[in-house]
């Protein structure tokens, strides 16, 4: 039997606090109507000191808003601090973002399966 | 009337009675004028006039907001606007989070008029508006402000605008600073000081209506493309996350545009490469609301040695721009500065250019030790830097005279020093960039609101060849964006000032405005159509931009502001960048001005927008006034500087 899917936090520090994740949960909830992050089913808190932000998630297991097999959440997350994912795939993807960000300080902003790198190369005649 | 995008309420507050006021958003100025940078113009334009100077009661500041914020598209964006001291626009556009919380909150605009007696804070909670006593926050610095009001309202969402002591003690261009580092509004900062007001805190808990959705959230994944590394066709989106310090220092080397000590040259080494600086300085990502760009933003920290425990948030390329200036080659003396003028709220601008001017000064000879309080002030002394920082912070011995901005300070000193006053119109120049390119000097001489690149500014344009043919666009591409040659930069640079003025009014962050997304408005009046419901078409809304372009102008001109205003600095016009063979704009840079005015159906003589200009944009009411004042008729000449 397959384990549960929902999203998960690979880490608060991939979070850049940025409230997509916040603003596009409610857009969906209300229906598209409108942008109200209060009523999110997901809350980013930001900690006095602006060192860290936690992403506080109290949505159903089983996300009702998905886009394309991902919920609007992960979809609308830059740095791929959010994943949608069984427990177990979790788990390895924190170890390889753990390898990763050692390896490549890129990687302490993003994750490695989200934007596989290399990019595509600064071409100069394209500027 | 039911309203989409925008709130529909604007909040007025007067410091002198404590009188707090709500009032409907005018529908026409929304139609006319979008919402943010665009908005506040119009109300300023009708509430403060000439008669009015920057430090009286009458002067205005005015926080604003556009339709798209609070929605993704928004990042943010505030814009700040005010008299400026002398007395163009002050103006000036900050991310993070603050204006999508005055959305939810409920208002388009916020208009603080008179001056407070004592320091006071304003407090804004939904509808619960209210001024409180500020004596204890006054003298303090901006995250001390910020972490006082935090605490006080037991909020922890809540996010602030203050002043910091540079504002507190009227430096000249004294910005508006944000909560986590974000900041802007040169010479708001010093309006917002002497109207005694210490701090905004704002949080609300409403809806940003959006009368479309499903076109909406379409239009919107279609835009986000451009920013998906996965996606983009823009070959800067990848770089300027991750490579973007150091690569653009080269890119700027190669180009001659680095304003090296004090622009006296065009090359400056470079400090660590782009790896190294990640590794040890970077901790994660920071960005502005739902800023799609996955790490522009960043959250740096010194973590050992000199200035440690320092840390902060970058935002483009500060690093790359700011360290040439003063000739300075450490990270930890730059992440500091940067630290110390965003807690004292000074522009970093005003800093730099100040103090490398003095330095110049300094190894000329036109100052000495007798001047600089006993200090040697040498190119390259990253202590005695920040030693004078924070004498112009607290406006001690020769920081006072230096807080005074550059263009004054030079003044007073004389002796020929003002031809290496880096200044325009009484701002400093940017960081950013922009020496002895045409439509650099075109977009700098010509803007309203001094040097500010974020109106004009030129940076990623689609490389023509991959432009479609069949595009309609106002200037011809292969001509326009090449940087040494003066042809066709009159309709490039209207076509920049329009298109920003737009984007900015929406709002929306400029660096959205990239490759294609720079010159094919159809995605941006797709949004602005769907969340609006407005249903205009693209002629209409670029015109919206050369309105707003010319409403400001119109300011300006009322203001005194002449033809002979619009200019850049003499170092630019009149001296070669010597390691790159560039020459100077020197007599360009009229040839350029002529072409512009008449693109934009300005008088060419003396920059006044003509009747029929005005008229055509539906600008009736400044016709008007031009009328009453004998604006037409006055042969005033500028000279503002
Ligand atoms: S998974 Fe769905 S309900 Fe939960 S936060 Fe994300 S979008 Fe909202
Ligand atoms: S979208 Fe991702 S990075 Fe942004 S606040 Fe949410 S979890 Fe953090
Ligand atoms: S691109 Fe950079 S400056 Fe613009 S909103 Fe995003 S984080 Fe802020």
């Known amino acids: 039997m397959s384990a549960l899917i929902k999203i998960a936090v690979v880490s608060a520090d991939l979070c850049s606090g940025c409230r997509s994740c916040e603003t596009w949960c409610s857009f969906v909830l209300a229906k598209g109507r409108g942008f109200r992050p209060e009523e999110s089913r997901i809350h980013i808190e930001t900690d006095p000191q602006g060192v860290l932000n936690i992403p506080h998630i109290n949505c159903l297991e089983e996300c009702q808003l998905k886009h394309e097999g991902d919920p609007i959440c992960v979809e609308m997350c830059p740095t791929g601090c959010l994943i949608y994912t069984d427990d177990e795939d979790l788990e390895s993807k924190r170890a390889l973002w753990e390898q990763a960000r050692q390896d490549q300080p890129l990687f302490r902003l993003i994750v490695p399966w989200k934007y596989p790198y290399p990019w595509r190369p600064l071409k100069r005649d394209e500027l | ?641």
């Open chain 2, 1 to 641: 009337m039911s309203w989409h995008g925008w709130a529909g309420r604007v909040l007025r507050v007067d410091l002198a009675t404590g009188r707090i006021s709500t009032e409907e958003l005018s529908m026409q100025k929304a139609r006319d004028f979008i919402g943010c940078r665009g908005l506040n113009v119009a109300y300023l334009y009708d509430e403060v006039g000439p008669e009015v100077g920057p430090f009286d009661q009458g002067n205005k500041l005015i926080f604003g907001a556009g339709p798209l914020e609070g929605t993704p598209i928004g990042m943010g964006r505030v814009s700040v606007l005010t008299k400026h001291p002398n007395r163009f626009l002050g103006e000036g556009g900050a991310g993070g989070h603050w204006s999508a919380e005055l959305k939810f909150a409920g208002y388009d605009l916020v208009i603080v008029e008179n001056k407070a007696e004592r320091p006071v804070w304003l407090l804004i909670v939904d509808d619960k508006v209210e001024l409180r006593d500020a004596s204890h926050l006054w003298g303090r610095d901006t995250k001390e402000k910020h972490a006082i009001v935090r605490e006080e309202t037991g909020i922890a969402g809540i996010h602030v605008a203050s002043v910091g002591m540079a504002g507190e003690n009227l430096a000249a261009n004294a910005k508006v600073q944000f909560t986590l580092d974000h900041s802007g509004g040169k010479g708001c900062g010093t309006i917002m000081g002497d109207k005694k007001l210490a701090a905004v805190a704002v949080k609300g808990s409403g809806m940003v209506s959006v009368a479309h959705g499903d076109r909406f959230l379409a239009a919107y994944r279609n835009f986000h493309k451009t920013f998906d590394l996965n996606t983009t066709r823009d070959a800067f989106v990848p770089s300027w996350s991750f490579n973007s310090a150091n690569m653009l220092l080269e890119l700027f080397n190669e180009n001659g545009w680095v304003h090296a000590h004090n622009a006296q040259m065009g090359l400056f080494e470079p400090m660590l490469n782009d790896v190294e600086y990640m590794d040890k300085y970077v901790v994660r990502p920071e960005s502005s609301f739902c800023c799609p760009l996955p790490a522009c933003g960043r959250r740096y920290e010194i973590k050992e040695g000199l200035f440690a425990g320092t840390t902060g948030d970058e935002r483009e390329v500060g690093f790359a721009q700011a360290a040439p200036i003063v000739g300075i080659h450490s990270y930890p003396h730059v992440i500091k500065f940067r630290d110390m003028c965003n807690r004292a709220g000074l522009d970093e601008d005003q800093a730099m250019y100040s103090i490398a001017w003095a330095m110049e000064c300094y190894e000329r000879g036109v100052i000495n030790r007798s001047d600089t309080d006993g200090m040697e002030l040498r190119f390259g002394d990253a202590d005695a830097f920040l030693t004078m920082t924070d004498k112009i912070i607290r406006r001690e011995g020769f920081g006072d005279i230096l807080a005074l901005g550059v263009a004054e300070a030079a003044k007073r000193i004389g002796k020929g020093s003002e031809r290496f006053a880096l200044s325009i119109k009484g701002k400093e120049l940017e960081r950013m960039p922009q020496r002895n390119g045409y439509q650099m000097a075109l977009g700098l001489a010509v803007s309203e609101g001094g040097p500010d690149h974020t109106r004009w500014y030129p940076p990623y344009p689609p490389n023509p060849k991959t432009i479609p043919a069949d595009m309609d666009l106002p200037f011809d591409p292969f001509k326009a964006f090449k940087t040494r040659s003066p042809d066709d930069k009159g309709r490039l640079v209207r076509w920049l000032y329009d298109s920003r003025a737009i984007v900015e009014s929406l709002p929306s962050c400029v660096y959205m405005i990239r490759a294609m997304l720079g010159i094919d408005f159809r995605p941006w009046l797709e949004l602005f159509n769907s969340c609006t419901g407005e249903n205009g078409d693209l002629d209409d809304f670029i015109q919206k931009g050369t309105r707003i372009v010319n409403l400001e102008r119109a300011y300006i001109v009322r203001e005194g502001f002449r033809r002979a205003d619009d200019t850049i600095p003499r170092r630019m016009l009149e001296e070669p960048v010597k390691e790159h063979n560039i020459p100077p704009i020197g007599d360009n840079l009229e040839i350029m001005k002529d072409d512009y005015y008449q693109v934009r159906g300005w008088d060419k003589e003396t920059a006044i927008p003509k009747e029929e200009t005005l008229l055509g944009l539906g600008l009736g009411n400044v016709v008007e006034d031009f009328k009453r004042r004998g604006i037409w008729e006055s042969t005033e000449e500028g000279g503002h500087e």
